[in-house]
């Protein structure tokens, strides 16, 4: 399944294109912090992020120990 990503800024969404991230399915296979990480990734976005995967029952991959 291809659930949308949520509408956000060009920064971030432009950010997200270059890392392959097309939906929200793409998103849980990273770590919040390799998203909050990216240049372009505003508090704004990450918050319409998380609140996106968790309404799709998703999350981000659990942090590396």
Do not use: W, Y
């Not at 849980?28 to 029952?57: F, Q």
């Amino acid at each position: 399944m291809n659930t949308p990503l949520p509408k956000l800024a060009a920064p971030a969404q432009r950010v997200l294109n270059s890392i392959k991230v097309n939906c929200l399915e793409d998103l849980s296979r990273h770590t919040a912090r390799e998203i909050e990480d990216l240049h372009g990734m505003g508090t704004n976005a990450l918050k319409k992020i998380s609140d996106a995967l968790a309404e799709a029952g998703l999350q981000f991959l659990p942090p590396e120990t």
